[in-house]
């Protein structure tokens, strides 16, 4: 009498592989998804940074001198359109300003909850601050500031 020993199915040895590699696979594609979100939103504030340096620079056309704020604002939240300096500047949501002095109709906040732009103004310059994450078109990941015509990085030990 001849026995058949041969198994049908997977061992519990290959199997535990199996799971072992998948969830490797897992990690690394969840690491990869979560830096790409990252460099996303840098993209984005990037992009609002510069869609707020041109309208400042369309309002000092119009008016003569950038919005003057000598106390931080915060951009995107406590002020969320730029009007003429007549309509109050930056100003909120709730304020009616008329077409023909919107600058910009909708101050973007920063798209990471936590972060945020700050604005501060004198009649001739501005700076906007705002943090990046990953490295990007500007450099390094860190604290940058907006100002007429440029992007720059704080100097190291500043914020």
Do not use: W
Request: hydrophobic share 40%; aromatic share 10%.
């Amino acid at each position: 009498m001849k026995y058949n020993n041969k198994q049908n199915g997977f061992s519990l040895v290959e199997l535990l592989i199996v799971i072992l590699v998948i969830l490797v696979l897992a990690t690394i594609s969840a690491l990869a998804v979560n830096s790409q979100k990252a460099k996303a939103r840098d993209a984005k504030r990037i992009s609002d940074i510069r869609a707020i340096q041109t309208a400042l620079e369309f309002y000092k056309s119009d008016e003569g001198q950038y919005p003057i704020y000598e106390q931080t604002l915060i951009l995107g939240k406590d002020v969320t359109k730029l009007c003429s300096k007549a309509e109050g500047s930056f100003v909120s949501a709730s304020t009616v300003c008329s077409a023909e002095t919107t600058y910009m109709a909708e101050i973007p906040a920063d798209p990471l909850s936590g972060n945020i732009y700050l604005y501060y103004g004198s009649a001739d310059t501005f700076d906007i601050s705002f943090t990046t994450e990953k490295p990007s078109v500007l450099g390094a990941a860190g604290n940058y500031y907006a100002h007429p015509g440029d992007i720059d990085i704080f100097p190291s030990g500043q914020k």
